[in-house]
């Protein structure tokens, strides 16, 4: 048998021959900003092939009710479980328990020969590795479904094949910052007189320690891959913290990924699972372990900023919570606005980062194609439009999915007693589960200046405010101070008026947010796509990363030199 | 008259447009890292021409004993002052005070425009102040030497063009690094059916606040200017607070900056500088001020400590002290090892944050062409080359300079106690000025086990110790824990074995710290060359940022993305 070291030049370089093409065309899709995309979003047979779906709900079916098989993971096995569906399913399945302690020593372990692979090497095993979790893409689709609730298109789409191409968009980002120097390089000062002085340099990219992945509950994997990956290929083991409630499917990506490591000869404890049951600690007691020097985290802002202020330690990369908001300052398509935003509300019942909170309008009313409109009148048509969308139970359930956990119904409870004018809110029945919990989005009226303590803090799932303002103008100053103290991920403005639309740009660039302007059409402001959109700008306290940009994983590495005196060479 | 904005758009065009030649080479040899300079170390008359040498002195002296000429600039003027220059001379200058929320406040005024310049337009501006810093490389050399100590010379090439250098270094990698995604992207997602979805996206850095520049004692321009352009050209508004032993040469470089700045249309207050006299508090509050987003640091450990802890609210970058260490093991150059060596220790009297302190020789001793080498041997054999490269006065005054503070003196004057065998540290006479410390370098014989103690903790100054070690393997393992552990900004290895160089490289890469290898030349490990070394490594506790990297520049500034469904073009 050969040695490991050997095996693991081999494996590695051998997967990087194999996706040579696909990583140097993703290097140049982040830097076009186009559209483009490595893994089908479409679900269907013609793409994946005859039986794959059958196959993928087999293979996770198989997953249900026992121990979760991982080949040599440390830790006492089938220690952790208790995911229940938002369907009803109780999964059954165990994992492993690892104190935060050993899961550090492990993966320091495991990192010693993978920080020394090149980065090559990291970024085929890692193109390999997504690779087949696209192969897995139902299995993973199906077990997205039962832990966070999305509607199962949705699940297979975010979960799998779009959450891919973010895992790719950070393996290429990771991969060519590494390649931004050269590996070696000489150094000829010339002298005034004589001989140059001549060096001979080399650089050497290093990972910088241990990297800790602290996922969500709604979006396991399409927030979870991206530092995944930037840490993996800038050369970092990787502790994957999942969500109690969302295990699953990041146990089959960690289990992916052990296999292609171990095949490319490296330790499969280059990544590791760090499960715990709800009510664990084990994420604030790892972020602070003095060898994890990378932090990546969604979830709530509370936590999201205990991490930046105390796990100084590291570099820490956090997704938490803001007022998206609109602008509505008047339209040529009322009835595409409507249909736009009323989805937007509902996809997976607003449990999204980028979905619409704040929704502001002018008291004397919004010029549109279909006449003026009050901020009541928006409102009425505004549920209408959620009406007419979620009248069909079967579109309904595959729209807003189910709620994914207490916290969020109870919070939809809390909105509806608000008082005020609103519209939706009500319960819906699931045609296939009785589980499932659902309500239609509830949009509440409120002012801008006496319900300014309402509309000012997050409410996470399916509830939004029409707040009356004195203007756009004053709409555009409430957007600008409320998102640049308080954070958002998404911002849109309608107007029809260029001068406003510019205005509108200054406001968001002052927010620091990322803004979508006039969408009434079949693209929709929660949606960001990879290799185009930035999720997240980093520059407003809803998030200190965006997934994916240089920013995200410049520091996750180092490059180290050695300088020595070029040899002469003899005879030339 | 022209209205300021569009001053300002002419002006710096026209910066761009003069230098662009400039900055294109510039970001090609950042990639390249071979050896390149823009600006000529040589101070002589061939090169600066004819009179620059006596201009530069007859500007630096017109400086002395006045109000440092600041137009426009906001605070109390002519109320700070008390710089003496280590040779003897109080300089009499006097600056404005600045409270730091007034700063914070007028730099964030002026930051709006600023922001809002193009990449190119800020590069330009950068690169014609960096063009008339040349101009004045006598007057600021003159600056530096009198108030960093350093010998003449040195204070003309470190302070002037290879700090010139380092300058248009972070200016190239902040403008190559804004301009790696489009201005703007058409994404078009093809549909299954009819018509593809189209969207234009516009994308534009946004420089993330107000700038802190905290600069040293003993490098205010070699060490200030990386974080001031970086900050700059990523679109951020700077505050320099100088050491206030070491203002003026930073008052010479904030004068020429708001000079440009006021020329290109744009507010001088863009660079503000914020004087303090000794004991002031003024860092640490501009520091933690909500409004600054950006903090460059050099300096003592503690206060770095303090800062990475405390302005949570800034991306931080500091340089902080560490254990030099050269591990020697072997050589068949013995003399040049000792006179590069020798030099080394001496350059400034020891005051560079390079120097080397901690020297390991085995205790039997190490193979050399003049036989085995003990510790006691080596250290005497060291002694004597110190000796003979200082015993002429005027070449150890132009070499050692003079020591720049109370702090140094009492340190060296503190490790003369330490006992055990020690050569040099002897007092010499300044040829021409009474009022210059100087003190030949110190070397001290310790134990590696019995005065771990003593070598563990940073000695900044003239001082260093030979430390006897069980083999080169205990020299290597001593050199991967202490540095780890305490940081390093420089390492030497001195071996003719490939293999020990091997295993000095790895634990080179352990430690995090950037290699020298037998270095028995006229390159010397205290020198750092801009776009081929990267002096510091982010990666040990000595410095949390290389000058300069991508890593440098990508959190100065974020990329604040709109996109909009793309018009349809008529009859097209």
Known sequence: MPSPDATATTGAADFFARHETLLSRASAEITARGYWSAYPESPSRSVYGDGAAEAGEAAFEARLGRPFALPGHPGEAGAVGGEVSPYGR???????????????????????????????????????????????????????????GQPFVMAFQAGGPNAQDRG?????????????????????????????????????????????LVACNTFPTWNG??????????????????????????????????EVLAEAGF?????????????????????????????????????????????????????????????????????????????????????????????????????????????AEFGADLGAALDKLLGDPERAAGTLGALVGTPVVERVERAAKLGGTSWGGQALVHPSSEAAVQRSPLVTLV????????????????????????????SLALFRETVGAHGALTATVHSTDEDVLERARDAA???????????????????????????????????????????????????LQSRRPARLVQGA
């Open 168 to 212: 790719l968009e950070a393996v290429a980002y990771a991969w060519a910052e590494q390649k931004r120097h050269p590996a070696a390089a000489r150094w000829e000062k010339p002298a005034r007189k004589g001989e140059p002085t001549v060096l001979e340099k080399t650089f050497t990219p290093l990972g910088a320690g241990v990297s800790l």
């Open 267 to 375: 330790d499969p404890d280059v990544v590791l699972l760090a499960a715990e049951e709800a009510g664990g600690r084990s994420a604030a007691e790892l972020a602070v372990h003095p060898d994890v020097r990378i932090v990546d985290f969604t979830g709530s802002s509370e936590f999201g900023t205990w991490l930046e202020r105390n796990a100084l330690q590291a570099a820490v990369f956090t997704e938490k919570a803001g007022l998206n908001t609109v602008v509505l300052d008047s339209t040529d398509d009322y009835k595409g606005l409507l249909r736009n935003l009323s989805f937007s509300l509902s996809l997976y019942s607003g449990q999204m980062c980028t979905t619409p909170q704040n929704l502001y309008v002018p008291r004397e009313g919004f010029a549109t194609d279909q006449g003026v409109k009050t901020p």
């Open 90 to 148: 109780a999964l059954g399945v165990t994992y492993p328990r690892l104190a935060p302690a050993d899961a550090v020593a492990a993966a320091k372990a495991a990192g010693r020969s993978w920080r020394r692979a090149t980065p090559d090497e990291r970024a085929g095993v890692a193109a390999e590795i997504l690779a087949r979790l696209n192969a897995a893409s139902f299995e993973i689709g199906h077990a997205v479904h039962h832990t966070t």
């Open 509 to 559: 660039l002052d927010a620091g947010v990322h803004l979508a302007e006039n969408f009434t059409g079949s693209v929709f402001v929660n949606q960001s796509a990879a290799f185009s959109d930035f999720h997240g700008s980093a520059a407003n306290p809803a998030a200190s990363a965006t997934l994916t940009d240089p920013a995200f994983v410049t520091g996750r590495f180092h490059t």
């Open 447 to 474: 002012d801008a200046d006496a319900d300014a303590e309402t509309y000012r803090s997050e409410w996470f799932g399916p509830i939004s405010f029409v707040i009356a303002t004195d203007s756009t103008d004053h």
């Open 225 to 258: 891959y991206p530092g995944l990956f930037a840490s993996l290929v800038t050369g970092n083991p990787v502790i994957v913290k999942p969500h109690p409630g969302a295990i699953l499917p990041l146990a089959i990506s960690v289990s992916i990924a052990r």
